[in-house]
């Protein structure tokens, strides 16, 4: 069955960088799109970013540009996002999703992995 | 992008029907029928429940429908159950950029 479990959250202080993991198991990693999307406490959904299945398309969402690095190792059936100068605001729980592209929906996530950013 | 206007919280008894609005523009839930929705249970990661305006995901209860008219998107629980208490969110494709658009989220109570 489909699996993501993401890794590498916790926490950093302001300014600080991350590095987010995400291993995808249960499906051909290299054939699917994917994203991260993250929920600040008690917030809602927002997505972050997406890479196609070769990683030569991705897109962020202006909150991150800049700042935020997605990449994939389809030989390691691995999802990455480095997060540089964090802020306060970046402080969320980052999931890692399934990007079914031909229709614009995410049909697998992982359970989440909580990025806290405070001095 | 603004996220889409969602109401902060609706409730029903079990068996009632409820039903989440989602609106948004022209540019997004208005302009393609990319629209999803997502059950998420606290502490836990969503779940899909609906795509492509009105699509079920094999597994998912036919109690769970969706709809379009113009920029306004709805889920429609019918013959609500405990287990349906959750927080739901809406979804649309907006275009190349900026890509995904979320809603702001809806509390559902089973009272």
């Known amino acids: 069955q489909v699996q993501l479990v993401e890794s590498g959250g916790g926490l950093v202080k302001p300014g600080g960088s991350l590095r987010l993991s995400c291993a995808a198991s249960?499906?051909?990693?290299?054939?699917?799109?994917m994203s991260w999307i993250r929920q600040a406490p008690g917030k809602g959904l927002e997505w972050v970013s997406y890479?196609?299945?070769?990683?030569?398309?991705?897109y962020y969402a202006d909150s991150v540009k800049g700042r935020f690095t997605i990449s994939r190792d389809n030989a390691k059936n691995s999802l990455y996002l480095q997060m540089n100068s964090l802020r306060a605001e970046d402080t969320a729980v980052y999931y890692c999703?399934?990007?079914?592209?031909?229709?614009?929906?995410?049909?697998?996530w992982g359970q989440g992995t909580l990025v806290t950013v405070s001095s | 992008q603004s996220a889409l206007t969602q109401p902060r919280s609706v409730s029903g008894s079990p068996g009632q029907s409820v039903t989440i609005s989602c609106t948004g523009t022209s540019s997004d839930v208005g302009g393609y029928n990319y629209v999803s929705w997502y059950q998420q249970h606290p502490g836990k990661a969503p779940k899909l429940m609906i795509y492509d305006v009105s699509k079920r995901p094999s597994g998912v209860p036919d109690r769970f429908s969706g709809s379009k008219s113009g920029n306004t998107a709805s889920l429609t629980i019918s013959g609500l159950q405990a287990e349906d208490e959750a927080d739901y969110y809406c979804c649309s494709y907006a275009g190349s950029y900026p890509n995904y658009v979320f809603g702001t989220g809806t509390k559902v109570t089973v009272l």
């Open positions: 999703a399934r990007d079914i592209r031909v229709a614009y929906y995410f049909d697998y």
């Open positions: 890479i196609s299945s070769s990683g030569s398309t991705i």
């Open positions: 249960g499906f051909t990693f290299s054939d699917y799109y």
